[in-house]
């Protein structure tokens, strides 16, 4: 059989549909929305072969309607992981032995049935069961996991073109294997691209994989399974797991087989797992790989030249955007004096165009629900405890209803305090909070910035002067992986701005990009020789 030197094909983004009124993706995609929340889903374990349903299930329901339920998934008990992992290091024999161009054509093809057939399904799944509108549905789960999907083929084919160079008499050349083990993924909420990517990446490098999706996920989780089984991966190459996380984790966390883990989530459990992972360290064939990205408590500063308009603009997108459920949306904005009511009646006047929260299925709401009951329940708390603080005030929203949904209104604190509890602490919510400085202390600013949060995901700088831009890009280097300049920090687009952040906020792999699939390759040196010696003596012997 013929071999070659493959070029894989040029990996571009998928291009954003609009769904504007009367558009056919506007319809299809509302058409399936309902035949997903007329119907009911069963959803099993995915081991190996089989699809294991344990009769131990639990309910979906949507976040903006949460007594109608969708859906149910089962649960695992521990020897389904440990069936789970069985089944990886079974799968790893074939698959890790396939040619690379084999492995690229599995998600070059799934990535071809997300932005075709399955694009509305994507869609439809993660506005019910994320309660996402559908432009934010839309740039998560059709384009960036196909972003992912085809820029990670790219990477690939990159990584393994890089190659040694070779002296005289002698061969060098690199190989890029596996990781010897299985890979554990653990997926969030919030992104139903993440979820795709954890597993695929670590899974396209020749890895085996265990994934254990949110338990608020598992409606999307399973129409990414539907792509990748119709995409033609093998059985037991990628085995998803749903349950109680602490069991799964400590039955995963314990074998020796376990070679890495890739994970979005919190930074007390990323922490938590990485001190696992420390103290079974003797127990490992090899040391695993830890790769995470955490929390955030997202900046935005505003120089007294910026146009207020931006920056209101800035902020209620970057804020209310997802109901705020984005680990790289606005939290923590500094305003100048000069400029600070103005851009503040602006937002508010954004706010008040707004509909009531409501169902992502009525395409004219901006927000819907946040993911379920302990988060509004937590918002509630921040939102109340504001109200009777006296160095904090509430200046549009406040108000919250979790009756029939999930629904915080979009809230703007106002504090005196740039130290107060809501600047620091990461709330996962339509809540942002304000607090406003002398435009004569823009450094000392700067300083209070970098200084105020443990995280180092995302921020942003708004300035038409650009010496402050230039100040701000050097003050604020290490307290945002992803930095924006005259734009909101959300929205990283795979290709284009490589995610991840550092301190708190993760290990900054960059997702999407070829350090992140570096992570997940063991590299091995091959120098061959083609004129062996035979004599051990060298010319300096005489």
Not at 256 to 278: A, M, N, R, Y
Not at 323 to 334: D, E, L, N, P, T
Not at 372 to 386: M, P, R, T, V, W
Request: proline content about 6%; hydrophobic content about 40%.
């Amino acid at each position: 059989m013929g071999k070659g030197f493959f070029q894989v094909p040029t990996a571009i983004n998928e291009p954003i549909k609009s769904y504007a009124p009367g558009t056919p993706e506007r319809e299809e995609v509302l058409q399936q929305y309902n035949a997903y929340y007329n119907g009911k889903v069963e959803v099993p374990l995915y081991i190996g072969s089989e699809e294991i349903k344990t009769g131990n299930t639990k309910p979906m329901s949507p976040p903006h309607e949460h007594q109608h339920v969708v859906g149910h998934y089962h649960l695992a008990e521990k020897k389904h992981v440990e069936q789970a992992i069985s089944n990886c290091l079974e799968a790893r024999k074939a698959w890790a032995d396939l040619t690379w161009e084999q492995r690229a054509a599995i998600f070059l093809k799934a990535a071809e049935l997300i932005a075709g057939p399955y694009r509305a399904k994507m869609n439809a799944a993660t506005m019910l069961a994320q309660s996402k509108n559908i432009f934010q549905a839309e740039i998560d789960s059709a384009c960036e996991i196909v972003d992912f999907l085809r820029f990670n083929v790219e990477y690939m084919s990159q990584i393994y073109g890089e190659q040694p160079e070779s002296a005289e008499g002698i061969w060098n050349r690199v190989e890029y294997r596996p990781l010897e083990g299985f890979v554990y993924a653990i997926t969030p909420f919030n992104f139903t691209a993440i979820a795709g990517n954890l597993p695929a990446s670590a899974a396209m490098m020749g890895n085996v994989v265990v994934w254990k999706p949110s338990d608020s996920q598992i409606f999307s989780a399973k129409v990414i399974v539907d792509v990748f089984k119709e995409a033609g991966l093998p059985d037991g190459v990628i085995n998803v797991v749903y349950g109680d996380p602490v069991m799964i984790s400590d039955t995963i966390l314990s074998s020796p087989d376990f070679s890495g883990i890739h994970f979005t989530g919190s930074t007390h459990v990323f922490k938590e797992l990485w001190k696992q992972i420390g103290n079974n360290i003797h127990n490992y064939k090899t040391y695993p790989r830890i790769v995470g990205e955490t929390g955030g408590k997202d900046f935005i500063i505003a120089h007294p030249t910026a146009k207020p308009k931006q920056v209101a603009t800035a902020i209620t997108r970057g804020a209310f955007e997802f109901q705020g459920q984005k680990c790289s949306a606005a939290s923590r904005v500094y305003l100048p004096k000069s400029t600070a009511n103005e851009i503040l009646d602006l937002v508010k006047a954004d706010i008040a165009s707004f509909n009531k929260p409501g169902s992502p299925a009525d395409m004219s709401n901006f927000i819907t629900a946040v993911i379920h009951e302990g988060s509004f329940d937590k918002l509630a708390k921040y939102i109340e405890q504001a109200k009777a603080d006296s160095n904090a005030e509430i200046i549009a929203g406040g108000g919250y209803d979790k009756s029939v949904g999930y629904f915080i209104e979009p809230t703007v604190i106002l504090t005196t305090d740039p130290k107060y509890t809501t600047m620091c602490t990461e709330l996962f919510g339509p809540v942002v909070t304000v607090y406003i400085y002398e435009d004569a202390d823009w450094s000392k600013t700067l300083e209070l910035v970098d200084g105020t949060s443990e995280y180092a995901l995302t921020g942003a700088v708004l300035s038409a002067d650009r010496y402050a831009i230039d100040e701000a890009t050097k003050a604020l280097q290490n307290c945002a992986g992803n930095f924006y300049i005259n734009d909101k920090p959300t929205g990283a687009v795979v290709g284009q701005q490589p995610f991840g952040g550092a301190r708190a906020s993760g290990t900054n792999d960059k997702a999407g990009s070829m350090q992140n699939l570096l992570r997940w390759v063991s590299p091995r040196l091959i120098k061959e020789t083609f004129v062996t010696p035979e004599d051990y003596r060298y010319p300096f012997l005489g």
